[in-house]
């Protein structure tokens, strides 16, 4: 899909000061890029830098060609735009380099520079967020699912494995050494299956969360102190704390729960092997650009706070990562797959999401929270944070 505009030409190079716009693009969150008229990269933002995983000085001795994957389609594009001498709007292309660990899709607006015949300037969107969206809608409906199949095992498997259970026990007395074993291996699957219901059921409950003003520090301290002295023993924890956040309206408990999560899968992809250089950093940040559309209105809600469980284990899988926060999709051999699909649960009960980006050794989970506006205008919040 794609758009063409005529290009502008009113403005020309002498009327305006280079370092004015140096600063201009260094200040822009989106990469941009110049490719001169010999197909060398001639200019690159500090968004571009980052994006690229490259400097300005390293992009400057390379053609295009070499800077993205071979087959790119934003190499016909810079052609088309010479060629046209228009601009150009192509969305959600498959962009690849040698540092990506996979191809990132974005939005590209490509067009010719007239002082500069044959330069054409590149600016990147990448759609991660449009994706998060999208991927998080998908989880409230699985969760949704798993709701109406917890109701229906809870009423149609609760009560015969209670039975069962009870049926064991009364044989138990009278039975020999061998047969008692049976028994007890009776009793524990059927408390094993119960649990595994009572698990499944908690995505069914749709009361109203009872909230409070709750300090994310306050969550995640309790997290880290619960996990060094249990299943996260001998690894490093990092904090990268913003000490000036405000306090948001959530429910503790299920906060501490949804993230000690997070922790636990993060402990478990580091594994025993790695345990000495293994770490895990909980960061939070204050991200004021991030807003979502609520479904059915055209309300926009701002999700300005951001933290982030990141560890340095193996990574997840290629062809989980789309299916991450699914019910009962696990790489544990005993896992029940219904961990991260819980956690997805919480957040979305908050009115937040989550989102994943892993590779070897950097695995970041990052949950994006709404602030209640009067909990920060009470704590005397700038302008800038208001919903």
């Excluded at 990469?31 to 571009?48: F, L, Q, S, W």
């Excluded at 389609?73 to 150009?88: G, N, Y």
């Excluded at 044989?171 to 094993?192: F, K, M, Q, V, Y």
């Amino acid at each position: 899909m794609s758009e063409r505009q005529p290009m502008p030409r009113t403005a020309t190079a002498k009327s305006r000061r280079p370092v004015e716009f140096d600063l201009l693009l260094a200040a822009l969150p989106h990469p941009i890029i110049v490719v001169g008229e010999d197909n060398r990269v001639t200019y690159a933002n500090a968004a571009a830098e980052v994006f690229l995983s490259t400097s300005l000085a390293l992009l400057k001795r390379e053609t295009f060609e070499t800077v993205v994957a071979f087959g790119c389609p934003l190499i016909s594009l810079v052609e088309q735009v010479r060629r046209t001498e228009q601009t150009v709007n192509e969305y959600a292309i498959e962009m690849m380099t040698q540092k990506f660990s996979g191809p990132k899709l974005v939005d590209v607006h490509a067009g010719p520079l007239p002082e500069h015949p044959g330069s054409v300037i590149l600016m990147l969107q990448q759609r991660t967020m449009a994706q998060m969206i999208e991927r998080q809608l998908t989880h409230r409906a699985a969760a949704r699912t798993v709701s109406g199949m917890a109701a229906v095992l809870a009423h149609e498997i609760k009560n015969p494995l209670s039975g069962i259970r009870g049926a064991a026990q009364l044989l138990e007395p009278g039975l020999n050494d061998e047969d008692r074993a049976l028994a007890h291996l009776i009793c524990s699957e059927t408390d094993r299956i119960k649990n595994l219901v009572d698990r499944m059921e908690v995505f069914g409950d749709e009361r109203p969360l009872a909230t409070e003003a709750v300090n994310i520090h306050d969550v995640l301290d309790h997290v880290r102190r619960l996990s060094e002295s249990g299943f996260a023993r001998g690894l490093r924890f990092i904090e990268d704390y913003d000490p000036s956040l405000p306090p948001l309206l959530a429910n503790r408990d299920k906060l501490v729960q949804a993230f000690l999560n997070l922790v636990k899968n993060a402990s478990e992809a580091i594994g025993e092997q790695g345990r000495e250089q293994g770490r895990i950093v909980m960061t939070t940040a204050f991200r004021p650009g991030v807003r979502l559309t609520v479904p059915g209105s055209g309300a926009r809600v701002s999700l300005p706070l951001m933290i982030s469980i990141e560890d340095n284990g193996q990574g997840v899988p290629e062809h989980l990562k789309p299916h991450l926060f699914d019910p009962f999709v696990t790489t544990k051999r005993n896992g029940t797959g219904l961990g991260l699909a819980l956690v997805a649960k919480i957040i979305s009960d908050h009115g937040g999401i989550i989102e994943c980006e892993s590779e070897p050794k950097r695995t970041a989970f990052r949950v994006l929270l709404p602030l209640e506006s009067r909990l920060r205008q009470a704590s005397g919040g700038t302008p800038k944070t208001t919903l």
